[in-house]
């Protein structure tokens, strides 16, 4: 894939000039052919809309986990200025699906993230992502790869908990999976895939203690909040010099994630919000709504730093 999307810069530059300079109409073919020039030598059909689309579909966090088929009835318990924005920001998302070119899909895209902090008003945009997305989607993240422990433990072979059939279990219950070092060893050995085997080392690695947890939690921030700053600084450079060459199809790929699961934490606080005070709300009030459940997600428990799992709002 990183050879097909590197042949398409070459050809769609080479294009540039030859459609410019000789001002005549060109057939185009969707079928990139990359051959590799090292040993062992190989050749590869390569259709560049099909590349396309599997790169930017938008199945990503997010989506397998969180259904928001009732978003539209959520949207209307939207203040009347957040609704609007929120409507530009679905509508530069579906932009975004009708175009190819990498750099084009970064400057929709993140006029759909800016459009859902409109209420920042002289506050730093890159200050106010940086504050509030990282956290929101550390959890998402969080949540998504115990999804894939739970897949993994479904697929073992022995039984985990002698009263529950495996296809059965929950993700509260990996939580005491994980607590307990010699189940977890068990479920290893059990284990017939060697990539499975190695992905569940790491997972428990990650999530077998509270310590572990909020040290990937932190880490995913940190991440999270890098990528944010590279993406700004590329979006002004495409806008103030036209720059396009060499964009990473994977920085489309995180903003377009990172998106998604603003979408995912509004309609969840608001659900909840609502709960709360049947009213209209605005993005500011379910911002700092879910804001302050993640400030509350740590408490300290003696010396430890422990975790208030009811506080993960999209568990």
Not at 51 to 70: D, P
Not at 257 to 273: H, I, M, P, R, S
Request: charged share 25%; glycine share 2%.
């Amino acid at each position: 894939m990183v050879a097909s999307s590197n042949a398409r810069k070459i050809l769609d530059k080479l294009l540039d000039i030859a459609l410019y300079s000789s001002k005549c109409n060109f057939k185009v073919s969707d079928t990139c052919i990359v051959k590799s020039m090292k040993e062992p030598c190989a050749t590869h059909d390569v259709s560049i809309l099909e590349m396309s689309e599997k790169t930017y579909r938008e199945l990503s966090l997010y989506s397998h986990r969180y259904q928001v088929a009732q978003f539209n009835h959520t949207i209307q318990k939207l203040e009347d200025l957040d609704k609007s924005q929120m409507l530009q920001s679905l509508r530069y998302v579906r932009l975004t699906r009708n175009i190819i070119s990498n750099e084009q899909k970064i400057l929709n895209l993140w006029i759909s993230f800016e459009s859902l902090f409109s209420w920042k008003g002289d506050a730093s945009v890159l200050g106010i992502l940086s504050e509030y997305v990282p956290k929101l989607y550390a959890q998402v993240a969080f949540l998504s790869r115990l999804d894939l422990a739970l897949q993994i433990v479904k697929k073992c072979k022995i039984k985990i908990i002698e009263s529950k059939a495996n296809k059965n279990l929950t993700i509260n219950e990996l939580f005491n999976i994980f607590a307990d070092e010699s189940l977890a060893i068990k479920i290893f050995k059990n284990i017939e895939d060697d990539l499975l085997q190695y992905r569940w080392k790491k997972l428990y690695d990650a999530y077998n203690s509270d310590k572990h947890i909020i040290k990937q939690l932190k880490k995913t921030e940190k991440d999270v909040s890098r990528q944010i700053r590279r993406i700004y600084f590329l979006r002004n450079k495409i806008s103030h010099t036209g720059f396009y060459s060499d964009i990473n199809p994977i920085l489309t790929l995180h903003l377009m994630d990172y998106v998604q699961v603003c979408y995912v934490a509004l309609n969840k606080g608001l659900l909840e919000c609502t709960q709360i005070e049947d009213r209209l709300f605005s993005f500011e009030e379910i911002f700092s709504y879910l804001l302050l459940k993640t400030d509350l997600l740590f408490y300290r428990n003696g010396n430890d730093v422990k975790i208030n799992y009811e506080n993960l709002f999209l568990l």
